[in-house]
Nanobody, 115 residues
């Protein structure tokens, strides 16, 4: 069993910053890819940013230059630094991990960007 536990999130004004963190625990040896997805009300879940075990990153076009994903392979953690937040970033953010070709998800943490 693998568990992903997120922390961070909350309410922020446009232009502000937030940091999300996620820690994986359980039967883990190597996390191939780890990162974040998000889902806004009425929309499909979408990629935000992920990083693979070799350090290659993948970002949604909408967050490039504003968000930074970083992981610690030894600690099985991943963070998402979100700068210059926009109202359209409002969503539930889910931690994601791919382990031995199986996808795991956290419970989600809410990020609301509003003045």
């Amino acid at each position: 069993q693998v568990q992903l536990v997120e922390s961070g999130g909350g309410l922020m004004q446009p232009g502000g910053s937030l940091r999300l963190s996620c820690a994986a625990s359980g039967s883990i040896r190597t996390i191939y890819r780890m990162g974040w997805y998000r889902q806004a009300p009425g929309k499909q879940r979408e990629l935000v940013a992920t990083e693979n075990v070799a350090g290659a990153t993948d970002y949604a076009d909408s967050v490039k230059g504003r968000f930074t994903v970083s992981r610690d392979n030894a600690k099985y953690t991943v963070d998402l630094q979100m700068n210059n937040l926009k109202p359209e970033d409002t969503a539930s953010y889910y931690c994601y991990a791919n382990i031995w070709a199986k996808d795991y998800w956290g419970q989600g943490t809410q990020v609301t960007v509003s003045s």
